[in-house]
C-alpha cells in the first residue's frame, strides 16, 4: 500500500497526483474532495513511500502513545526533556509536532519547520502556539477541547475547598507539630455566592457542582445568552455585579485581549471585602502585583492559583503569602484527562497524517457532518472559479464573491471562500497554498476581499459568483452544480453558457462572423491539439461570442500565437483546472 499524505495543505492540485480512496471519500466533479464525518474533513492524496515523523515534546500518556505507535507509516520520538534550543534545532526533521504547554512552538521555531503539517496540542490553551505564524506556513494547529474539562473543573473545587477550609495550611501546620484549630477557621460555601468568569465547559461543570453544594452561582460572560446560563441555574451578570456580589471568584476564560488580567487593581476594588480568587484558567488573567497587594491588605481573604504569568513562578511574592494556596499549573493533571487529552491528539494526528482528517482545528473553520453533504460539490466550484479567475486575471487587486439560490443560503460560506482564495492564488504562487494560509496570503498581497451572499434566486439552486478585477481588468465567472453534481461555469462575463469546469480549456473571444469557429478547429489541428468539446455563446446584441473549448492536451504558445493572428479573434486564454481531467 503506498504511503499516504495528507492533502489539505496542498489539496487537489495540477500534475500527476493520484488520489486514493478511502472509505469515506467521495468523488466530486472528478476530483477527490474531502468528506466529513462527525465534523471532520477528509482529504486523501497518496505519494511516495517515507515515515511520517512525529516529536512528542512534553511526554504524552502510554495510551496515546500506543496509537502513534500502532501505525507503521508513523515513527514517534519521545526525547526525555528537549529544550526550546533542540526544538528549534530538530523541528525540521518532522511533520507532526505534539506539545503540552511546556514547549512553545513560536514563529522562530516554526521557520524551521519546512516538512512540519500539524501542532497538536495535548490540551485546550494554544496560548504557548503562534497560531498565526503557523497559519501563514500552512501549518494545521489542532487542540483537545474538553478533554480535560472535568480534571480542571474538580482541581478548581479542590482550590475553592482548600481556599474555604485552609486545609493545605492546616496540614503543613500539622506537619510541623502544631495544633491550631483556632487559626484555620473557614468559612461554608453554602449560600455564599460564586461567581465565574467564563461559562464554557470547565466554568459550567464547576457552576454544576457550586450548585450541588448550595452555593448561589453568577456568571459573567459576554458570550453565553442569559437563557442558556439559567438553563444552567446561572444567574447572568454584568462583571462589575459579579465582581460586587461575590463572595469566591473563578476564572474559567481563555487568554485574549479582553480577558487579560480582568483581575487587576481597578476591579479587585470593586470586590467585596473578605473575597476568594481563584485561576484555574490561565496566568495572565490576573495582575499579580495588584492580587499581591490585596491579599496583603486583606481585602481579599485568600487566593487559589494553579497558573501563574510566568511558570514556574520564580521569586513571585505570591509563593511567600500565608493566604495563597498554589498548585503547579495541575488543572489537568489526573489520570483520566491526561489519558483523554493524550488519545485524543494521538488520534487526531495519526488521522490527518494518514487520512487528511481534521478535527478540531484552531485555525480552520469547521463544517458539519449534514451541512457537509451539501457543501461538498460547492467547495469544488468554488476551487475551479477562483483558479480560473486566477489563471485568466493574474495580478488581482480586488475578489468578490457571491453566494446565491437557496442551496446555499443555509451553508457555512466562510470555507467556500477561503476554497476559492485557494483556487486563486494556487495557479500563481510558488509557496504553497493551502486553505489554511490562503486568507492570510490574500491579505499579505493587498488583495481587498468582499464576501457576501444574496437571497435572490439566480435561477439555480445554488451559484457562486467570482468577480475579480485586476491590471488586466474586470472579469466574472459564475458557476453552479447540476444534479449529480455535475459543474457548469454558466456565466463568464456577459455571456450564459453551460461549460463543463475541468480539465484544460481555451476561452476565444471573437467578433461573432462566419468561419472563425472553423478557424480555430484548423489551427489547432494544426498543432495537432484535439477538441473535446466546445460551449458557444455570444452577447445578446450578436457582435461578439465566446467560445470555451475543452483540449486534450494542453495547447502550446505557437498555437494560441496562431489564433491571435485571426482579425475576428479578440481574446485568446488558457486554463487547467483539476489533476483528474489531465
Ligand atoms: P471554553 O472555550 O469552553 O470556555 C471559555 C469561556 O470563556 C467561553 O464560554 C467564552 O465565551 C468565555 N469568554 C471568552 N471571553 C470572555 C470574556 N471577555 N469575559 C468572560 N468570558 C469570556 O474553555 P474551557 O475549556 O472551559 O477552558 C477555560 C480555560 O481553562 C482556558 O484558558 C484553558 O486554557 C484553561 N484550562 C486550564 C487547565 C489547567 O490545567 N489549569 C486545564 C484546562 C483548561
Ligand atoms: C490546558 O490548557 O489544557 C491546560 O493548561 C492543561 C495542560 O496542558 O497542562
Redesign the pocket.
Known amino acids: 500500500m503506498p504511503e499516504i499524505y495528507p492533502c489539505l495543505p496542498d489539496f487537489p492540485k495540477r500534475g500527476n497526483n493520484s488520489f486514493l480512496k478511502s472509505p469515506h471519500s467521495v468523488r466530486a466533479g472528478g476530483i477527490q474532495w474531502p468528506f466529513v464525518r462527525c465534523g471532520v474533513w477528509i482529504f486523501l492524496r497518496a505519494k511516495g513511500r517515507k515515515a511520517l515523523k512525529i516529536l512528542v515534546c512534553d511526554g504524552m500518556h502510554e495510551s496515546g502513545l500506543a496509537i502513534l505507535q500502532g501505525f507503521r507509516e508513523l515513527q514517534v520520538d519521545v526525547p526525555e526533556q528537549i529544550s526550546p534550543l533542540e526544538v528549534k534545532e530538530r523541528i525540521s526533521q518532522y511533520d507532526a509536532v505534539v506539545v503540552r504547554s511546556r514547549t512553545r512552538i513560536t514563529a522562530e521555531v516554526l521557520r524551521e519547520a519546512c516538512r512540519l503539517k500539524v501542532i497538536g496540542r495535548a490540551?485546550?490553551?494554544v496560548d504557548n502556539i503562534d497560531v498565526q505564524a503557523a497559519s501563514a506556513r500552512g501549518i494545521l494547529v489542532m487542540n483537545t477541547?474538553?478533554a480535560?474539562?472535568m480534571?480542571?473543573a474538580e482541581?478548581t473545587l479542590a482550590m475553592i475547598l482548600s481556599l474555604a477550609r485552609h486545609v493545605p495550611q492546616a496540614t503543613q501546620s500539622m506537619k510541623e507539630g502544631r495544633w491550631e484549630k483556632k487559626r484555620f477557621v473557614g468559612t461554608e460555601l453554602f449560600h455564599q455566592t460564586l461567581g465565574i468568569?467564563?461559562?464554557?465547559?470547565?466554568?459550567s461543570i464547576v457552576a454544576d457542582r457550586a450548585i450541588a453544594m448550595k452555593m448561589d452561582v453568577i456568571a459573567?460572560?459576554?458570550?453565553?445568552l442569559p437563557e442558556a446560563a439559567a438553563i444552567l441555574g446561572v444567574e447572568s451578570v454584568s462583571l462589575d455585579e459579579l465582581l460586587a456580589r461575590s463572595d469566591f471568584i473563578t476564572l474559567?476564560?481563555?487568554?485574549?485581549a479582553?480577558?487579560r488580567r480582568?483581575i487587576n487593581r481597578e476591579n479587585l476594588a470593586k470586590t467585596k471585602p473578605g473575597v476568594r480568587i481563584i485561576n484555574?484558567?490561565?496566568g495572565d488573567l490576573v495582575d499579580e502585583d495588584a492580587l499581591h497587594e490585596f491579599l496583603r491588605s486583606g481585602h481579599v481573604a485568600g487566593a487559589a492559583l494553579?497558573?501563574f504569568a510566568q511558570e514556574p513562578p520564580k521569586g513571585s511574592p505570591l509563593l511567600k503569602l500565608d493566604n495563597v494556596v498554589l498548585t503547579p499549573?495541575?488543572?489537568?493533571s489526573s489520570i483520566q484527562a491526561q489519558a483523554n487529552v493524550s488519545r485524543t491528539i494521538a488520534s487526531q494526528i495519526a488521522d490527518y497524517l494518514l487520512y487528511g482528517i481534521i478535527r478540531n482545528a484552531v485555525n480552520f473553520p469547521s463544517i458539519n457532518p449534514k451541512d457537509y453533504e451539501k457543501i461538498r460539490p460547492y467547495l469544488v466550484l468554488a476551487e475551479r472559479l477562483g483558479s480560473l479567475q486566477g489563471q485568466i486575471c493574474s495580478p488581482v487587486q480586488r475578489l468578490e464573491i457571491e453566494y446565491s439560490g437557496s442551496e446555499l443560503e443555509t451553508l457555512p460560506l466562510q470555507p467556500l471562500t477561503q476554497t476559492v482564495i485557494k483556487g486563486l492564488l494556487d495557479p500563481v504562487l510558488a509557496e504553497k497554498v493551502n486553505l489554511v494560509n490562503a486568507p492570510l496570503l490574500l491579505r499579505e498581497r493587498q488583495i481587498e476581499l468582499l464576501a457576501s451572499s444574496t437571497s435572490e434566486a439566480p435561477g439555480y439552486t445554488g451559484m457562486i459568483t467570482v468577480r475579480v478585477r485586476g491590471k488586466k481588468g474586470e472579469s466574472s465567472a459564475a458557476g453552479t452544480v447540476f444534479p449529480g453534481g455535475e459543474l457548469r461555469l454558466v456565466r463568464l462575463n456577459n455571456y450564459r453558457l453551460e461549460a463543463e469546469l475541468e480539465g484544460i480549456n481555451l476561452i476565444v473571444q471573437n467578433l461573432d462572423k462566419p468561419g472563425t469557429i472553423g478557424f480555430i478547429g484548423t489551427t489547432l489541428g494544426n498543432f495537432n491539439v484535439n477538441i473535446a468539446n466546445m460551449h458557444l455563446s455570444r452577447t445578446p446584441q450578436r457582435d461578439r461570442a465566446i467560445a470555451i473549448i475543452r483540449i486534450d492536451e494542453e495547447a502550446p504558445q505557437e498555437a494560441l500565437d496562431a489564433l491571435r493572428t485571426h482579425p475576428n479573434i479578440v481574446s485568446v486564454e488558457q486554463f487547467k483546472l483539476n489533476a483528474g481531467a489531465q
Open positions: 490540551g485546550t490553551g477541547p474538553g480535560n474539562a480534571a480542571a482541581h468568569i467564563g461559562l464554557g465547559k470547565i466554568g459573567y460572560d459576554p458570550h453565553i474559567h476564560t481563555p487568554s485574549t479582553e480577558t480582568i484555574c484558567a490561565r494553579d497558573v499549573h495541575l488543572g489537568a
